[in-house]
C-alpha cells in the first residue's frame, strides 16, 4: 500500500510536466494528449486531464481554440503559451536535476542488483 501511494503520488508530480510538453509540439486535441501520455505509460482518465488543463490554462501556460470537426461539433484544440515554454523550459531543468539526484542515490543499489544477476 505505502509502494502504491508513493508511485502515485511521483506520476501526479510528474503529470504537468508531460502535458506541457506533448503541447509544446504543437495544438493538439485533449484525446490525442491522453493516448500520448497512454504511450509513454502514464493512463490518465479525462476526469483527470481537463481539470489539469483547466488550471494550466488559469495559471496563462495554455491557451486553446475552437475548430470546427467534420464529425461533430468544434472542438478545443489546446496551445502552449510564451509563459508556458518558459516554465517548460526551467521544468527541462529541474528534471534533469532530478534524474541526476534519483541515479545518483540510487547507484550503489543498482550496482548491487547488476553484479547479482
Do not use: H
Amino acid at each position: 500500500m505505502i509502494a502504491e501511494n508513493t508511485q502515485i503520488q511521483m506520476r501526479k508530480g510528474i503529470l504537468e510536466y508531460c502535458i506541457l510538453s506533448i503541447i509544446s509540439r504543437g495544438e493538439i486535441y485533449a484525446s490525442d494528449i491522453i493516448s500520448e501520455l497512454k504511450k509513454a505509460q502514464l493512463l490518465v482518465v479525462e476526469g483527470t486531464l481537463y481539470p489539469l488543463l483547466t488550471r494550466l490554462k488559469n495559471n496563462g501556460l495554455l491557451s486553446y481554440i475552437w475548430k470546427e470537426s467534420t464529425s461533430g461539433p468544434p472542438r478545443k484544440y489546446y496551445e502552449i503559451t510564451n509563459e508556458g515554454l518558459q516554465v517548460l523550459d526551467i521544468l527541462d531543468v529541474t528534471w534533469k536535476e532530478l534524474v541526476f539526484a534519483v541515479e545518483t542515490s540510487l547507484a550503489d543499489r543498482i550496482n548491487k542488483i547488476d553484479k547479482s544477476i
